[in-house]
């Protein structure tokens, strides 16, 4: 069933036990990251201070979810080499780590046979999906909220598959 798409806090503040997040995608466009990208592509500089303007607002919203007793995970599969906007990506992580994210990379090699679902995802509490719609380019597409038990179950195994392959950050260099 198909319902209207709540705020990223409305839908993390819910949960009550897990929320993860699936990422797959190579290089996003997302418009409220362009100007930070562009820096760090001129500078190599990246904003990695999680009270910071630009990261405040989500570690917040972490460090409540997780002070509740939520676990949020988030895995990225991504292709080796990793593409700039992967770099970017890896360079600001300890940020989510510092908010209390669990967050591990697998080379997308390595999920060949991994069942997918064909968006980027939160699933919240096992049942509650918010798939991430992007335009070819990265840009976002707007989201959508699934309640679909099959479609949970889809996005579930499909996470926990990627989980138990994939690397924590903290052992996951880039190239």
């Keep these: 069933m198909s319902q209207s798409v709540p705020s990223f806090d409305d839908l993390l503040d819910g949960a009550e036990h897990t929320a993860v997040h699936l990422e797959m995608r190579d290089a996003y466009g997302v418009a409220s990251e362009a100007d930070d990208f562009a820096r760090w592509k001129a500078t190599g500089e990246r904003d990695t201070d999680p009270d910071s303007p630009y990261w405040g607002p989500w570690t917040r919203l972490i460090r409540r979810t997780v002070a509740r007793g939520v676990t949020v995970r988030r895995a990225r599969i991504v292709s080796e080499p990793v593409s700039d906007y992967i770099r970017y990506e890896h360079a600001s992580t300890n940020v989510n780590l510092a908010a209390g994210e669990e967050v591990r990379w697998l080379a997308r090699r390595r999920a060949s046979d991994i069942a997918l679902p064909g968006n980027d995802f939160w699933l919240i509490d096992g049942r509650l999906i918010r798939w991430n719609h992007f335009t070819g380019d990265g840009a976002s597409g707007g989201g959508e909220i699934s309640d679909d038990p099959a479609a949970a179950r889809l996005c579930a195994d499909a996470f926990d ?13 880039i190239s």
């Design 161 to 173: 598959a990627v989980w138990a392959r994939a690397i924590p950050h903290e052992n996951y260099k």
